[in-house]
Each structure stands twice: as C-alpha cells, then as structure tokens.
C-alpha cells in the first residue's frame, strides 16, 4: 500500500515573511500614534512661570526697605503672583515627554516651595521628598548656598 503523499498544512518561510511584512507595515501608522510628542508648550509654560517668578523676587527685593510700598507696585506684585500662580496650574496640567520637560517642570515646582534661607527644605516638611525629587531631576548634587530663585 502506497502512503499518500503529505499535503502541506504549515506555512512556508516565504509566506511566513509576507504575512510579517505586511503586518509590519501596516501597524506603522499605528505606532506613529504613540510616539512621543515634545514638551514644547510645557516649556513655554514653565518659562512664563520662571520669568514671572524672577520679576516678583525683583520687585519685592527693591522694595524690601519700604515700609509704605506704592499702590502700583502692590499692584504689579499681586499681578505677578498670580502669573505664576497660573503657571503652576497650566505646568501642572501638561504631561512632560522628556528629561527636559520634567527638568523644566522641577525648576518650576521650586517656586512653589517654602524654602529656607539656604534654599533647602527640612526633612519632615511636607514638601521635602517633592523638593529632593526636584534637585535629583535637575541633577544638583551639594545643598551649598542654593536660593530659592536660582535656576538650575
């Protein structure tokens, strides 16, 4: 008795290859979905914060002596705090995509804190761990003379 001859039921490399090819080009536009987009808008953001930040700490220095501070620059001090008050609020609401952009967001959430003289925070604070977070993003290394208004 003869055996019939095998009929072939798996697949051959060749068509194994097309099938991968082609599920490999079709899934490209599905991964262009997931790349990951630049953190362009949170550093405008953060930048804003930064810049409104530098200009109250301005402000407030030059007028630190006066006792009766001038209705306008009460004014403009009330205008920058709020400035960055929203900044904080906008940074927050943006995810960061990259080292930059957690930088970035770090430097800002800095300005948020109450820091001591030395621009650091004391262990048991609240913020303590979100500050130590920070300067281990931005990479600082010595807590020496840091202030709370120097950028990183």
């Not at 090819?21 to 079709?26: N, R, T």
């Not at 929203?86 to 957690?102: I, N």
């Not at 959430?109 to 979100?130: D, I, K, Q």
């Not at 600082?140 to 120097?150: C, I, L, R």
């Amino acid at each position: 008795m003869s055996k019939p001859h095998p009929t072939q039921t798996g697949l051959s490399r060749r068509t194994a290859l097309a099938g991968v090819l082609a599920l490999a080009g079709s899934a490209t536009p599905a991964l262009a979905a997931y790349a990951t987009p630049d953190d362009a808008e949170l550093l405008r953001v953060v930048q804003a914060g930064l810049e409104a930040d530098t200009a109250f700490c301005q402000l407030s220095e030059a007028w630190s002596h006066t006792v009766d501070i001038p209705p306008h620059v009460e004014a403009q001090e009330l205008a920058l705090a709020d400035a960055l008050s929203d900044k904080w609020d906008e940074a927050g609401s943006l995810q960061a995509h990259t080292l930059a952009g957690l930088q970035a967001k770090a430097r800002l959430a800095l300005t948020a804190m109450p820091l001591n003289r030395n621009g650091t925070v004391s262990p048991g604070a609240p913020e303590y761990l979100a500050w130590s977070l920070c300067r281990d993003l931005l990479g600082v290394v010595e807590n020496s003379n840091t202030s709370k208004h120097q950028q990183f």
